[in-house]
């Protein structure tokens, strides 16, 4: 069965710390992954990866893709408090769009 | 322009009634999809729409929930003899084409259902 893990499940950092979030995966037919940024009830996309080793990049976040390993980090620098949400991960394979379960950032002041 | 948006936002009904929930999708936008999120969870699919048809309804837990999208635009949820399991935000996507060549999503708001 497909899957997708995400850790840690829950992150308390400090503002200015750097964070970096994880997202495994296993899937059949692999097209791409996603990540988005989930602050009250839509998520917004961040990023779409669907090669490896190539970097994603957008203001203070990052992310890149290991097909060989499966998985994704999402890194962000700097951490603001507006940085604080639930960061989803999801794979794209030919059946579906699976989402994992999710990392609740928290950054405190 | 407008974004994707569900009615209602929140819905509060008791155990066994009916309740439908809206989401109007972006327009221009021929893939529609449902999803619905339990507290600590990401989403999780309930059913793909590709204009008016249901192309993959493989997610729907059971035979109390259906969606339809009778013209190709809005679309919605229905679900029958709810149960407090039914308890969640459901969420409504959005993207320009179809699945298989995939189109960033884009989320409603959401409608958070609770059932007493």
């Known amino acids: 069965e497909d899957k997708v893990v995400q850790s840690p499940l829950s992150l308390v950092v400090h503002e200015g710390d750097t964070v970096t979030l994880n997202c495994s995966y296993e899937v059949t037919n692999f097209r791409s992954l996603l990540w988005y940024k989930q602050e009250k009830k839509a998520p917004t996309f961040l990023f779409m990866l669907?090669?490896?080793?190539i970097e994603k990049k957008s203001g203070r976040l990052s992310s890149i893709l290991d097909k060989k390993e499966l998985f994704s980090i999402l890194n962000i620098t700097a951490t603001q408090t507006g940085d604080s949400a639930i960061y989803l991960c999801?794979?794209?394979?030919?059946?579906?769009?699976?989402f994992g379960a999710g990392t609740r950032l928290t950054v405190k002041p | 322009g407008a974004g994707v948006s569900q009615t209602p936002s929140n819905k509060v009904t008791e155990k066994g009634k009916y309740v439908e929930l809206r989401c109007d999708p972006i327009?221009?936008?021929?893939?529609l999809y449902w999803y619905r999120q339990s507290l600590g969870q990401g989403p999780e699919f309930l059913i793909y729409f590709q204009g008016t048809g249901a192309a993959d309804d493989s997610g729907l837990p059971n035979d109390r929930f259906f969606a339809v999208r009778p013209e190709g635009s809005v679309s919605t949820l229905k679900i029958q003899r709810t149960e407090r399991g039914d308890s969640a935000v459901y969420l409504c996507?959005?993207?320009?084409?179809?699945?298989?060549?995939?189109?960033?999503?884009?989320f409603g708001p959401g409608t958070r259902l609770t059932v007493l």
């Open positions: 996507a959005s993207s320009l084409v179809s699945r298989s060549s995939y189109n960033e999503q884009f």
């Open positions: 327009s221009g936008h021929t893939a």
């Open positions: 669907t090669s490896s080793g």
């Open positions: 999801a794979v794209v394979s030919n059946n579906d769009m699976r």
